[in-house]
């Protein structure tokens, strides 16, 4: 059982940056893949970024150079900081985990658990 608790969102000029923290309960945080995801109003659930527990990563392609994902297994924390931020960008953002076994799930259905979100607020 993991249980995840994202912060740092907020609200943030357009070309601003933020970082957001995805904080996990458990023991074993290291053997999970760890995904952020977004949902605008309206609209599906995206995938944003995967980190595997070695630390490989990917990304949906038009965000790749501006956001980056990251994580501290000794802190049990998974990050994502977001620059050069765009109002497209609003949305609730959310971590998720499941053990893939060094994969990185793209699709909603790929994750067992789920953070409640965090607001991101991207003004023009």
């Known amino acids: 059982q993991v249980q995840l608790a994202e912060s740092g969102g907020g609200l943030v000029q357009a070309g601003g940056s933020l970082r957001l923290s995805c904080a996990a309960s458990g023991r074993t945080f290291s053997s999970y893949t760890m995904g952020w995801f977004r949902q605008a109003p309206g609209k599906e659930r995206e995938f944003v970024a995967g980190i595997t527990y070695g630390g490989g990563h990917t990304y949906t392609d038009s965000l790749k150079g501006r956001f980056t994902i990251s994580r501290d297994n000794a802190k049990n924390t998974v990050y994502l900081q977001m620059n050069n931020l765009k109002p497209e960008d609003t949305a609730v953002y959310f971590c998720?985990?499941?053990?893939?076994?060094?994969?990185?799930?793209?699709?909603?259905?790929?994750?067992?658990?789920w953070g409640q979100g965090t607001q991101v607020t991207v003004s023009s």
């Open positions: 998720a985990a499941a053990q893939l076994r060094g994969l990185v799930a793209t699709g909603v259905g790929g994750y067992n658990y």
